[in-house]
Nanobody, 117 residues
Framework: QVQLVESGGGLVQAGGSLRLSCEASGRTFSSYAMGWFRQAPGKEREFVGAINRSGSSSYYADSVKGRFTVSRDNDKNTVYLQMNSLKPEDTAVYYC??????????WGQGTQVTVSS
């Protein structure tokens, strides 16, 4: 069972960039598709982006298309979320998650991203 730890969150001005990292334990990281989700105060958790097991394809929510990029380095057991052109509405706790089947059933603890205007 993989365990996930996010890092890289912080405070950034609108228009700036951040790169989040999610490091996984275990030797089976490449068996998991990985996703990023976020949750703002008072709002439901929402999907941000995801990447397949090999890293050859990724997909995104409409709200972040063209601004965010998910990548992974299976040799480092790490998935990344590159966030560019950040907006105040991107402020949220960001979570990485792992799945083998359809559901994401392994989650990290989250990292706070705050975008100031």
């Amino acid at each position: 069972q993989v365990q996930l730890v996010e890092s890289g969150g912080g405070l950034v001005q609108a228009g700036g960039s951040l790169r989040l990292s999610c490091e996984a334990s275990g030797r089976t990281f490449s068996s998991y598709a990985m996703g990023w989700f976020r949750q703002a105060p008072g709002k439901e958790r929402e999907f941000v982006g995801a990447i397949n097991r090999s890293g050859s394809s990724s997909y995104y929510a409409d709200s972040v298309k063209g601004r965010f990029t998910v990548s992974r380095d299976n040799d480092k057991n790490t998935v990344y979320l590159q966030m560019n052109s950040l907006k105040p509405e991107d402020t949220a706790v960001y979570y990485c998650a792992a799945r083998i089947k359809l559901q994401y059933d392994i989650w990290g603890q989250g990292t706070q991203v705050t975008v100031s205007s």
